[in-house]
């Protein structure tokens, strides 16, 4: 039940978020891209930003319903995408307000020029323009896999789920659908896909560590 922020250096707590109760449930935790801010979520009811300069809580985001409530900032730390039940609540950070709600049932992705965010709606990704929030892609979920998307967007990497043993890894061109590179892992299944943050590498975990 404790929420509390270090200094990674000294290895000191240096603030105590005040949701430290026995029933409480963090659900997820993001920072700003200045490191200044940190956004949390509490199960069931609420979303908030701790200011970590001040030793305070800055903001209440969203206090309604939530299930399995997610957090992406935007890389330029305009947006903050809260994942509450069945959609995505878009936060204007300048505005302080939510500007738009887009169907989705798991934690966004944000490009990593904050252009565009990707969200999953069912069996399929969909992609909006940030700031206009138009719809310029959708492409389907191939299998019910483990998966990572990269991070301009452009490629789906794909596995299936344990226990299938050597399953290959599929990536996959998001714009056309096509497969575009399968690879064949070594033994065990795929636990975990995630692209680095230049999209030059795609890394894989495995239940055989």
């Known amino acids: 039940p404790f929420l509390l922020i ?11 978020i005040p ?5 409480t449930t963090v659900a997820d935790l993001a920072f700003t891209p200045d490191g200044k801010k940190l956004i949390y979520a509490i199960y069931p ?7 970590i300069a001040s030793n305070q809580m800055e903001a209440t985001l969203w206090e309604e319903e939530n299930s399995a409530p997610g957090i992406a900032v935007s890389p330029d730390g305009r947006w903050i995408a809260l994942k ?11 505005n302080g307000k939510i500007v738009t709600e887009i169907p989705a049932f798991v934690r966004p992705q944000f490009s990593a020029d904050s252009q565009k965010v990707l969200v999953r709606d069912d069996k399929q990704f969909i992609v909006y323009q940030t700031g206009t929030w138009t719809e310029l892609l959708r492409f389907g979920m191939p299998c019910d896999c483990i998966y990572a998307v990269s991070p ?18 599929v990536i996959w061109d ?36």
């Open 6 to 16: 270090l200094d990674a250096n000294a290895e000191n707590v240096i603030a105590t």
């Open 19 to 23: 949701e430290n109760t026995v029933d």
């Open 45 to 51: 009811t609420k979303f908030a930003v701790w200011d």
């Open 84 to 94: 509450t039940t069945d959609r995505v609540n878009i936060w204007d950070v300048a």
């Open 152 to 169: 301009n967007l452009s490629l789906l990497a794909t596995s299936e789920r344990a226990p299938a043993e050597k399953a290959p890894i």
């Open 174 to 209: 998001t714009s056309s659908g096509v497969q575009v590179q399968s690879l064949q892992p070594d033994n065990g299944f795929t636990t975990f896909l995630a692209f680095t943050p230049d999209g030059q590498m795609l890394w894989r975990a495995s239940d055989r560590g």
